[in-house]
């Protein structure tokens, strides 16, 4: 059964729009690892420096990425007064896409920053950092790319 444009764009504009994302994404200021309450304040006092760093640079990138999730949806009840425009699913994607950088970029640091602490090599942190960017980014970057190219080679 063949979907007309229109009733895809719908589909995927309902989506962009859910008004429950804010509480999807309400959690990601904890995926970096901000305690709760006094909770962890301690461990955090004991990291050096350049780890309080990296922490900040990863809540940042987490926080950012939040900002862009959910942007879309204020943007077209603004700007669009919730119509269906296809230029919105443009907007909306891209924004999206950016999130999902900035959510690579930051759990990758956090990752750093853990994984550090807990084994107390540096080396392991980094290590972990590489492998977490390189699945987050090849999961929602470069395999997406890769089934683009492949369907269009094939029409």
Do not use: N
């Not at 309400?26 to 309450?37: H, I």
């Amino acid at each position: 059964m063949r979907h007309s444009h229109a009733e895809h764009f719908d589909r995927d504009q309902d989506r962009v729009c859910d008004d429950r994302k804010p509480y999807r994404v309400a959690g990601s200021a904890s995926v970096a690892g901000l305690p709760a309450g006094d909770r962890g304040t301690q461990g955090f006092a004991d990291m050096l420096t350049f780890e309080k760093i990296l922490h900040g640079v990863a809540l940042a990138c987490v926080a950012f990425s939040t900002v862009l999730l959910m942007a879309p949806a204020a943007y077209h009840r603004i700007v669009y007064a919730g119509e269906a425009v296809p230029a919105f699913y443009v907007i909306a994607s891209r924004l999206v896409l950016a999130a999902t950088a900035f959510l690579a970029v930051g759990l990758a640091v956090e990752m750093h920053v853990v994984v550090s602490k807990i084994t107390g090599i540096a080396a392991a942190g980094d290590a972990a950092a590489v492998v977490t960017l390189i699945i987050l980014v090849g999961l929602w970057h470069v395999w997406p790319l890769m089934q683009r190219r492949r369907r269009e080679l094939r029409s």
